[in-house]
């Protein structure tokens, strides 16, 4: 288990014409071809933030956690979750006024993109699953040392999960039940102290598949944990990391947004 505080990550600014922006780098590293898992926060601040249409390779899930805009044409906000299946195309991610900023996360990493429209060629299998929520923070009241849970999207057939958990002040809660392949935990508001280390809103917990579930202990104002899960290995394309370290790094059309 890895847990990553919001002021670990490693942080570069990131300059394009409508503004700038960053990206925070939780875990593993952006552009590498490998079976470990991948993480980040993209931040763009600024009035016209616009991701275009793309597919990758991998499995992700994506969460906004500031600002508001949509991805195609679903209207987002804190905290939207996204799951797509590799090979699955999505977008364009637009900002309002005040940009948009989203965590991507993956069970394995990309080290790039397809564009769309003008890459389907470049797609292995049809699309496939394209979901999305919302976990509404600070809707439902929790009290101290209480912890809540809302399934924010039903458990899949290979395990693709989503949970809400909502811990009041000093709570302990053990994760969703960890027997497929790898998980993330976001804090999304309030902290949790893991082994001694606090964990404010936008850090966050990596489990790996094999790896036990952890046990949560919120701090003195309680926190909301949204807990996503990956499926298993399958024969789907994208899905099984012990068969994607082979990549071809040219083979993704962009490479700079990986």
Sequence with gaps: MQAVATSEAEIKVVERPAGVGARHNYV???????DKAQAFLVVRPYAGARVEP???DVDQFQVIVAGDGRIGKKEVRPITFQYADAFTPYGPIVGRDDGISFF??????????????????????RAGRNIEGIFDLGSVKVKAKETIREELMKP?????????????ANATADGIVADHNGQYYLICSGSLIQDGKELPSNSLIRVDAGEAAPTLTAGSEGAEVLAMQFGKPSERPGSDPSKLASRDPNGYVERKNA
Excluded at 105 to 121: E, Q, T
């Design 28 to 34: 593993g590293a952006p552009g590498l071809i490998d």
């Design 54 to 56: 793309h597919f990758h």
């Design 104 to 125: 991507t996360l993956r069970n394995v990493s990309s080290g790039g993109h397809w564009a769309m429209p003008g890459n389907k060629h470049n797609m292995p299998c």
């Design 156 to 168: 899949q057939d290979d395990g693709v999960w989503t949970v809400g958990i909502r811990m009041g």
